[in-house]
């Protein structure tokens, strides 16, 4: 199904009442170093103006005639967001161009009354926001466009096309509603061949030959015998669940309540399929046809409907100020965006820590729920010998690790390396030492402008950076001391005293011991 979409004055009463006194109005764009136009209002197609023809031209024609530069991210925000609003018939909804969409409407229409009733229900809905709307409905997606583009009235119904009749509808349309090029459909034409009619019968192997494959891929697609996959913008989600409302809502209460609902719904599938939600998303269909999202992630799988709707109301209460209810929701949706297998088992009377998993996962959701999902990190290791590198962080997905021992019930080695301080800098600080030998630990050093006298010393312990970073490609030798006070410290020499070497080994510390 597809439908061709453009802003109409109908929103506004104000405004169409003074239509009649409004010069005609038409949007140019740059188009191959030339000013065209884009789109036209009512009176301005009238007038027998055509979308393409060059605006120097049309002044001439109508000096009277306004002109406004058209707004390429605004358009690409409002077909976006129109696509957004399609959702609520069904998930695949793909873009095409800058005024179409795409909605494949297989397995969604019984839920609407059938085909008729739904095209109605998106017909009606759509004039009542302002906009002027062309649709047409078939199996395929090339017929359907050509239903909309050459057989759907302005305002209308557009057309329906039966399955099985493709050939007879298209036949007598322009061979523009193959979505030809310009160039071949000029060719075609050049040659007598004006309608889709003249090559429905015609030799195939010589109409390949002359004006490439694309003729044919483009009319076999329409007729159904090529499949043509649409892409949709957003991914479809595993489960969904919805609610279409009688009265709209706009109190944060009802909303929580809508969602405590369709957790209860979503957990009767999710247990039947043995797994758990790891994210889900809150749909919101407001009456005006603006729709708000709302994701939330899982440490762990889940399907408990108050622990998922325990965070959304968490979610809910972090956007308060955010969110803008205008005059209600009329849909709304629960999807599982993402799922995982669910392990149910209980946990012995002694306690294998379970609990204490569980009680951690949902500390960090709450948390994440609230205050945004890259707020808790989880320290992981990564593959380098320098210090600081040995050791990352990332956002908190899971117990990943834990469930590992649990499982296994051993964890893996860790590799033998010296003692390490308890605090380590994130950044190493430059330090003025002293050393009886060049190669030899430091005698005294300046560390923060306070001098520090070495009573203990030992060492080295000679780390080799990755050999692909440029940047520190020194060696670095690590001495663990002790100063007259007790403390100690964890202090490196990067370089080598060498005649070759362009400057001399300078001293940082890296770390306290206690």
């Not at 019930?409 to 308890?422: D, K, T």
Request: with cysteine; aromatic share 6%.
């Amino acid at each position: 199904m597809r439908q061709r979409l453009g802003r109409s004055w109908r929103a506004d009463p104000a405004t169409a009442a003074r239509r009649a006194d409004h010069p005609p109005l038409a949007v140019s764009h740059d188009d191959r170093n030339a000013r065209r136009i884009a789109a036209l209002c009512e009176r301005a197609a009238g007038l027998g103006l055509k979308r393409g023809m060059g605006l120097t031209d049309a002044r001439a024609m109508y000096p009277a005639l306004e002109f406004v530069e058209a707004d390429i991210d605004a358009d690409r925000r409002l077909i976006a967001g129109l696509a957004d609003w399609c959702d609520r018939y069904t998930p695949l909804v793909a873009l095409d161009g800058g005024d179409g969409l795409y909605l494949d409407i297989t397995g969604c229409t019984h839920l609407f009354g059938g085909e008729e009733r739904l095209m109605a229900d998106l017909l009606g809905r759509l004039f009542d926001q302002g906009f002027d709307i062309r649709a047409g409905l078939a199996s395929t997606p090339g017929m359907a466009w050509a239903a909309a583009r050459h057989l759907a009235p302005a305002g209308g119904k557009g057309g329906i096309i039966a399955p099985g009749r493709e050939a007879e509808a298209l036949a007598p349309l322009a061979l523009g509603a193959l979505r030809l090029g310009a160039e071949i459909v000029t060719r075609l034409e050049s040659v007598g061949l004006r309608t889709v009619g003249t090559i429905l019968h015609a030799p195939r192997a010589p109409l390949a030959r002359r004006y490439g494959r694309q003729l044919l891929d483009r009319l076999d697609q329409a007729l159904g015998r090529l499949d043509e996959p649409l892409s949709p913008r957003l991914a479809v989600a595993a489960l969904s669940v919805e609610r279409r409302l009688a009265e709209p809502v706009s109190r944060t209460e009802d909303i929580e309540r809508l969602t405590g609902l369709l957790c209860a719904t979503l957990k009767t599938h999710l247990e039947q399929r043995g797994e758990g939600a790891r994210a889900l998303e809150l749909a919101l269909f407001r009456v005006d046809g603006a729709v708000q999202r709302i994701a939330i992630g899982l440490s762990r799988p889940a399907r408990d409907p108050p622990v998922i709707e325990r965070l959304f109301a968490e979610r809910l209460t972090a956007l308060a100020e955010a969110i803008d209810t205008g005059y209600g929701y009329e849909v709304v949706r629960l999807s599982v965006l993402a799922a995982a297998a669910f392990d149910d088992r209980q946990g012995d009377l002694a306690g294998d820590g379970l609990a204490r998993h569980e009680d951690l996962a949902r500390l960090v959701d709450r948390l994440n729920a609230r205050l945004g999902r890259a707020t808790i990190f989880q320290p992981v290791a990564q593959q380098s010998h320098i210090p600081e590198r040995t050791v990352g962080a990332v956002a908190f997905v899971g117990l990943v690790a834990d469930e590992a021992v649990r499982e296994t019930g051993s964890s893996p080695e860790p590799a033998i390396v010296a003692p390490r301080p308890i605090r380590l800098f994130k950044r190493p600080e430059p330090v003025e030492a002293v050393a009886e030998v060049p190669e030899g630990p430091p005698v005294t050093f300046r560390w923060r402008r306070a001098l520090h006298r070495v009573v203990a010393a030992e060492g080295p312990e000679r780390i080799e950076p990755e050999w692909w970073r440029e940047e520190d490609g020194k060696p670095r030798d690590y001495y663990r001391i002790e100063d007259e006070a007790g403390r100690r410290y964890w202090l490196y020499r990067q370089g080598l005293y060498s005649a070759a070497a362009a400057d001399l080994p300078r001293w940082f510390m890296h770390g306290i011991f206690a």
